[in-house]
């Protein structure tokens, strides 16, 4: 009975993660056919002709290239800043000596979290215009730090808060400062929660089109997203080649998920236990 029901499970998860495949499989399989007549014939089937023309026209001809280079410069450097500054202010609250200050910092991250993005649009805005950012860069990686701030802050400080105290103790007799103990001992233990960290922030960057498609006019600068629009736009009468723009989107961040999956598992559990 045990074993029926083992099996059961089995087959449940193989029919779950079926599921979850098949929109990616047959998006794969549409970019390596040669036309929309192929597609439309023989949608769910292997390509009888693998086309690659078709990633190297979308990757080339439709600057899929210059859109995913600068998404992954501004993902990277905005979920670098991001675990630089969470950290700090998580070691402070977690650390800190007054107690009630450290709840009121926290009750203003849990406050953040509760703020939707789009009602500060406008304000945002207003501010990279004064500053004088707009249309570069910096417009989408200031306000994609300071979003990602409050639950970046709370996921770290959970982690912290399951660090035994005697190490930071031990470090204090050796000599260390707190900067000393931040960098050079807090900082390496708290490795799969930066992990987490990073791999949430970098995932709502990277797939980010509202502040892009608005903060951003020079088609130099554009992000992914934004680019995969003007693209299906020029590419609309060509399903295969929108395809191949489509597994240039997915493939990077499925493989470094893939890649990271059990620093993310560890760094979301570890700081739900204590000790």
Known sequence: MRALKKSGNHIFLMAYLLIILFPFLFVIFSSLKLNNAEIALNPFGLPKQLKWENYVDAWVNAKINVYFFNSLYISVLSSTLTIVISSMVAFAVTRMRYKKISAIIFSILLLGMLIPNTSLM??????????????????????????????????????????????????????????????????????????TVFIISFLGNWNEFLLANYFLSNDALRTLPVGMVQFRDAKLSNYAQMSAGIVFCVVPVMLFYGLLQKQIIEGVTAGSVKG
């Open 122 to 195: 406008l304000p945002i805005y207003l501010l990279l215009q004064k500053i004088g950012v707009l249309n570069t860069h910096l417009a989408l990686i200031i306000p994609y730090v300071a979003n990602a701030i409050p639950i970046s802050a709370i996921i770290i400080a959970a982690f912290m808060r399951s660090l035994p105290a005697e190490v930071e103790e031990a470090s204090v007799i050796d000599g260390l400062s707190a900067k000393g103990i931040f960098v050079r001992i807090i900082m390496p233990l708290i490795g799969p929660a930066i992990v």
